[in-house]
């Protein structure tokens, strides 16, 4: 039986967030299925667990988009699938926050603000805590809470936040993220 792929799923797909998550799987020497972009996310969760097996390392970093649509979208539906398929290992999720028409939420076991620092409150697309705990709102979030995954963090927009997490920088707070999921995980441990 071949190894499952370790993969951090990532609830934002537009360009911004293309373009920090390839800056990060390059800084931490994995995999971004650059296709996986979309806003909304255009590709099946089949055909995403074909990419994901095809890379050449993990971790794998996998984007997941629903453009503001209420409901399961298109994103959510690849994310589930990815998600509770038997050859993925979900290392942890970025959950992204977002000004939603109809805002959905999802429950999350920390956030990282705009300045890099862990918050156990909420933080809005900017990056700002908010004054709930533990919780995000977000437009591809809603079906996280069903899946059972090791760690969920919250998070600003990828690639944004007020320019703190410009791919020209290095996404610094979306890199902190993915380090701690990967940390957590047990993954490091496992390379040597």
């Avoid at 390059?26 to 996986?36: M, N, W």
């Avoid at 410009?166 to 902190?176: L, N, Q, V």
Wanted: charged share 30%; aromatic share 6%; with cysteine.
């Amino acid at each position: 039986m071949a190894e499952k792929r370790k993969v951090i799923l990532i609830t934002d797909g537009d360009d911004y967030a293309r373009r920090a998550v390839e800056q990060v799987a390059a800084d931490i020497d994995g995999r971004c299925i650059s296709l996986s972009q979309g806003n909304p996310s255009v590709l099946s969760g089949p055909h995403l667990v074909k990419l994901i097996k095809k890379a050449v390392k993990d971790p794998v970093l996998v984007m997941f988009d629903d453009s503001g649509y209420l409901g399961e979208g298109a994103g959510e539906k690849a994310l589930k699938y990815v998600a509770e398929h038997e050859d993925i290992q979900v290392l942890g999720v970025l959950a992204v926050a977002s000004k939603t028409h109809m805002e959905e939420w999802s429950r999350v076991d920390f956030c990282i603000d705009r300045d890099g620092e862990l918050t156990p409150f909420g933080v809005d697309k900017h990056g700002l805590p908010e004054l709930e705990m533990g919780r995000i709102n977000g437009d591809t979030v809603y079906c996280l809470d069903k899946l059972t995954v090791p760690l969920i963090i919250g998070i600003g927009d990828i690639g944004k936040m007020a320019r703190r997490d410009h791919y020209k920088i290095g996404s610094p707070i979306t890199k902190k993220a993915v380090e701690i999921i990967l940390e957590r995980s047990g993954f490091y441990a496992k390379e040597k």
